[in-house]
């Protein structure tokens, strides 16, 4: 009679994480998942991926081991998918027409590991691509209360075809959290 003692990992097991790439070195480069533990990619599925600094993906990961050298978990990248990651941008008179101020719909939104992340559904551009944009926004008078007033604006650019789906977008927050270490 055999049996299975499940102490160990499954190449058959896969978890899907939000993470934030940052490069080592060339093409070397670790996730940092939004709890802030660390994942390794021993082995790849996705040798071509260019890897860039604080880009937030969407990782499909096989966990191999725990503890790799200085990082929580060695893991096998099954696959990768790059999330629109932008920085908070000033709204002034000069640009307010351009980051705009369409309505859109929210699906979910949460703050997970220094990055505001937005899933909201889009009405698909015809020929011009849209525009997300997370603002400070300059033209109204600073409360002064306390909190740190931000707004998501989204500019359809008047070009819409009727057809929905989901999207994603992180905006980076670090200047605007407290350092906790």
């Known amino acids: 009679i055999q049996s299975c003692d499940d102490d160990g990992y499954s190449l058959g097991n896969f978890e899907i994480r ?22 390794w990619p021993a082995a790849t599925e996705i040798g071509w991926y260019k890897p860039v600094d604080g880009q937030r993906v969407i990782a499909n990961v096989t966990l191999l081991s725990d503890q790799y050298d200085k990082y929580d978990h060695a893991v096998r990248v099954n696959f990768l998918t790059n999330i629109l990651t932008k920085n908070v ?22 703050i997970g ?13 015809k020929y011009q691509k ?20 931000l707004e ?15 999207s994603m977008v992180s905006f980076n ?3 605007y959290l407290e350092d906790t270490t």
């Not at 992340?117 to 698909?124: A, K, P, Q, S, T």
């Open 18 to 39: 939000m993470a934030t790439v940052r490069v080592v070195s060339g093409s070397a480069y670790y996730l940092e998942i939004d709890n802030g533990k660390t994942l």
């Open 89 to 110: 941008e000033e709204l002034t008179e000069e640009n307010q027409e351009e980051i705009g101020d369409d309505p859109v719909d929210i699906s979910d939104i949460w």
């Open 113 to 125: 590991g220094h990055y505001l992340n937005i899933e909201f559904v889009i009405n698909l551009p």
């Open 130 to 149: 849209h525009r997300v944009s997370l603002v400070k926004n300059s033209l109204v008078e600073d409360p002064e209360d306390g909190y740190i007033h």
């Open 152 to 166: 998501y604006r989204y500019n359809d650019q008047d070009d819409v075809s009727g057809v929905f789906r989901y």
């Open 173 to 175: 927050l670090s200047e």
